[in-house]
């Protein structure tokens, strides 16, 4: 095997960053962090505690109420905003080289994660300052306006796939809008999450407006979770997680944005560009290792091509190139994390007696160690088959053929989840009328994932609640006060008037 790359300066000790400060937690405890290649504690982390979340909620807030940051002009915010995007470009080679050793990602997608997260700040930044709000006038009567304004004190929970851009997604308009916040990374994979106090502090961020804390879910997300003084969650994460985080802010009644779990079909029709299908279909399910909320992750071929699809879809599945995520010829990176490793093979022995196996089917010949599948392709899988319903998170891919139209809507909808469908057809009245019957949040035709940053992003069904993204993400992160302004003589039915006269 290639001798592993580990970056320099690897940090070895993870903390919390409260009111302008890293901190231990107050109890000392901390959790160890694995590097993905060798499975080896590279690092431990503060493991923050109720106590801890308290302290950074005190500091958020006390940042809300009595500093500049809420009150700020948009254009004085975006400037800062602007700042920390700068600085994510400017070190994008350190930020993808830790990600990569973080999460096992390949190191040419986690270059794109990390332009993509200063693109999240570039584009709030440009939203709030060309932001307006209605008026609305009755002639002579009464004007009304919205006075928009943010919010408090934000809990910003992340997923341990793609971390910084994910976050860098949360924090771009939370922050835009004025609000400030706390954020509780993923426990597999807390150090890129550790970058962003430097960014925010050198980019001028007033301390206590960022605060970072580390921690397993259970204990530091819990007591976030359960805060009175939050009035906000943004969650990424799994279905199972975003119910018992709904559950548990039922008491405080906090507006919730939630981004879950996914399923989704990419459905190849007999008129489609199979070619172009293919590239797409195998990119959006084995990029960034398969640990991709919307990954295509089941594919439905029309019956005339069914043969033809899986034979070459199989034939590149096999080439594609599993290794060390820094090499850059890597296309298949190491899994995230042994738990998650083993719950990814455990799909792939079920996979074996619910399909046919066309690719891969375990650890690859040359990495004996690490967490590595191989492309793992199974075709001929019928829709009540587990590999068929559920998120196995990893490099995984359901093939089924379909008869028709109907058959096809009938199988790609028939998921408990609905958060991206893919359409593949040159038919034009086909390719809308499908689409618009998906149940899916969001539907790209004749394309993979790629997304423009002003479109609605969120799920359906068990995907989610609530949309993110351009002005919905401002939507979530403000309240819009109603006032109401009299410009005439107001005209007051005279209660208790009757009785005096
Ligand atoms: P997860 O639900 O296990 O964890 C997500 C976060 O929630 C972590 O920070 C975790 O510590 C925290 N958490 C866990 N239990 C908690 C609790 N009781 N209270 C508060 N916080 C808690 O998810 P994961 O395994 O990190 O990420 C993978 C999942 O995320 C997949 O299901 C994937 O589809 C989903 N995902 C969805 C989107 C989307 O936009 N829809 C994007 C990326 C990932």
Known sequence: MAEHYVPDDLPTRIRHYIDGEFVDSVSGRTFDVLDPVSNETYATAAAGQKEDIDLAVAAARKAFTAGPWPKMKPRERARILNKIADAVEAQETRLAQLE??????????ARGQALRAAENFR????????????AMKVPGAQINYVNRKPIGVAGLITPWN?????????????LATGNTVVLKPAEFTPLSASLWARIFQDAG???????????????????????????????????????????????????????????SPAII?????????????????FSLNGERCTAGSRILVHQDIYEEFCEKYAARAKNIVVGDPHDPR?????????????????????????????????RPDHLPEGNYI??????????????????????????????????????????KYGLAGYVWTNDLTRAHN???????????????????????????????????????????????QAVHITLGTVHTPRFGAAAAQ
């Open 269 to 285: 029709f007999a008129d489609a560009d199979l070619d172009a299908a293919i590239d797409s279909t195998l990119f959006g399910v």
């Open 330 to 362: 890597t296309e298949v990176g190491a899994l995230v994390h042994p738990e998650h490793y083993a719950k990814v093979a455990s799909y792939v022995e079920i996979g074996k007696t619910e399909g046919r196996l066309l690719a891969g089917g375990g």
């Open 123 to 134: 584009f709030f930044a440009d939203l709030v300052v060309a932001q307006f709000d209605d």
């Open 374 to 415: 191989a492309p793992t392709v199974f075709a001929d899988v019928a829709a009540d088959a587990r590999i068929f319903q559920e998120e196995i998170f990893g490099p995984v891919v359901a093939i089924t053929p379909f008869a028709d139209d109907a058959e096809a809507l009938a199988l790609a909808n028939n998921s």
């Open 100 to 109: 990569t050793f973080d999460t096992g990602l390949p190191i040419t997608q």
């Open 434 to 480: 499908f689409s618009q019957n998906l149940d899916a949040g969001m539907v790209w035709l004749n394309s993979h994932n790629v997304r423009d940053l002003r479109t609605p992003f969120g799920g359906v069904k068990a995907s989610g609640l609530g949309h993110e993204g351009g002005y919905r993400s401002i939507d979530f992160y403000t309240d819009q």
């Open 205 to 263: 961020l007033p301390d206590g407006v960022f605060n970072l804390v580390n921690g397993l879910g259970e204990e530091a997300g819990d007591a976030l979770v359960k805060h009175p003084d939050v009035p906000l969650i943004s969650f990424t994460g799994e279905t199972t997680t975003g119910q018992t985080i709904f559950r548990n802010a039922a008491e405080n009644l906090k507006g919730l944005s939630m981004e879950l779990g996914g399923k």
């Open 162 to 174: 793609t971390p910084f851009m994910l976050e860098s997604w949360k924090l771009a308009p939370a």
